[in-house]
C-alpha cells in the first residue's frame, strides 16, 4: 500500500504564513515594549530614563519610587475608593444590564423592538457634558460616589451583546418547559438562566470593572473633595505635580540649592509617576488570567452568532 503523503503547503501559503508571523511580531514588539519600558523605568534611577539611557532594562535600579507610594496616604485612598467604586459599580451595571438584556431576547416580550430602537437612539445622540451635569446636580448627586456610577449604569453596547448571548445560548424549548412547570419569569430567570450565563456575567464584569478603574474624567468634573477621589485622579495629579516640577525649573534664575532641590523633586515625582503606573494596573492585570476563558468564550458568542 502506498504511503499516504502529506499535503504541502503552496507558495502562497507559506508567504502568507510568513508575513502572519512578520505583523504578529511587531505587534508584539509594538504592545510589549511600552510595558517593559514603564516596569523598567519605575525601578530604574530617574536620570538614566530622562536622559534616554535608560531605553529597555533596568538601569541604575532604585525602589524609592515604590517606597514613596506605598508612604503616600492618598494613594492608599484613592485605591480604596476605585475599589469601592469599580466593586458597588459593577454590580450595579450587571443588575441593569443582564436583565434589560435577557428581556429583549425574549421572542414573547411585546415592544421589544420599539425599546430596542429607543435604547440604540441613546448611541447617536447624546445630551452633552452639561445637561448631563445639571441633571446630576438637581439629583443631588455631585461630590457623592453616585455621580461616578448611575449616570452609567448601563452601557446600550453592553446589552446588546448580552442580548445577542441570551438569544442564541438560552433555548425557546428551555422557557417553555420551565413555564410549563410552573416557573415564574422571575424565577426563570434567576435559577437557570443566570447559572447558564457564566460566560457573558464574566465578560460584562470585566468590561464595567476596567471602565471604572481606569475612570477618571467624571471625578474630575463632579468632585470636589480630594478624600474622595479615585486612584487615577490622585495619578492624574502626580503627572501634573511632574510637569509642573520639570518646568518650573526653566528659564528661572535660582541659586545652586534651590535648583538642586527642585531637580530632586522633579526626578522623585517621575519615579512615583512610573511606580503608581505599576501598581494601578496591577488589580486588573490579575484578574484577567481567572476570567479568560469565560472572557474568549462569552465575546465570541455574544458578538458573532445571532
Request: aromatic share 12%; charged share 10%; hydrophobic share 55%.
Amino acid at each position: 500500500m502506498a504511503a499516504v503523503t502529506g499535503i504541502k503547503d503552496s507558495k502562497r501559503d507559506r508567504i502568507f504564513v510568513i508575513g502572519n508571523s512578520i505583523f504578529l511580531i511587531l505587534a508584539l514588539i509594538v504592545v510589549a515594549y511600552p510595558l517593559i519600558y514603564i516596569v523598567s523605568a519605575s525601578i530604574s534611577d530617574p536620570k538614566l530614563v530622562n536622559s534616554g539611557d535608560m531605553w529597555l532594562l533596568p538601569k541604575g535600579i532604585t525602589f524609592e519610587g515604590y517606597q514613596k507610594v506605598f508612604a503616600n496616604d492618598s494613594i492608599w485612598t484613592g485605591y480604596k475608593n476605585t475599589i469601592i467604586y469599580t466593586v458597588v459599580g459593577t454590580i450595579i451595571n450587571l443588575l441593569v444590564t443582564l436583565p434589560a438584556a435577557y428581556a429583549l431576547s425574549r421572542r414573547d416580550f411585546i415592544g421589544r423592538n420599539f425599546f430596542m430602537a429607543m435604547f440604540m437612539v441613546t448611541m447617536f445622540i447624546g445630551g452633552g457634558l452639561v445637561p448631563t451635569f445639571l441633571v446630576v446636580k438637581e439629583l443631588g448627586m455631585v461630590n457623592t460616589m453616585w455621580a461616578l456610577i448611575l449616570p452609567g449604569a448601563a452601557s446600550v453596547y453592553n446589552i446588546i451583546v448580552s442580548r445577542t448571548f441570551f438569544h442564541s445560548t438560552i433555548p425557546t424549548e428551555l422557557q417553555e418547559a420551565a413555564q410549563i412547570d410552573g416557573c415564574t419569569n422571575m424565577k426563570l430567570f434567576i435559577k437557570i438562566v443566570i447559572p447558564l450565563s457564566a460566560p457573558i456575567i464574566a465578560v460584562m464584569a470585566l468590561f464595567y470593572g476596567v471602565g471604572h478603574w481606569n475612570s477618571y474624567f467624571g471625578a474630575m468634573i463632579y468632585l470636589n473633595d480630594a478624600a474622595k477621589y479615585p486612584l487615577q485622579m490622585i495619578l492624574r495629579q502626580i503627572l501634573v505635580l511632574q510637569e509642573v516640577s520639570a518646568a518650573g525649573g526653566k528659564g528661572a534664575v535660582v541659586n545652586a540649592s534651590v535648583a538642586a532641590a527642585m531637580n530632586n523633586k522633579a526626578e522623585v515625582a517621575s519615579l512615583m509617576k512610573y511606580a503608581v503606573i505599576i501598581v494601578s494596573t496591577l488589580p486588573i492585570i490579575a484578574v484577567y488570567p481567572f476570567l479568560q476563558r469565560y472572557f474568549v468564550q462569552g465575546v465570541m458568542i455574544g458578538s458573532v452568532k445571532g
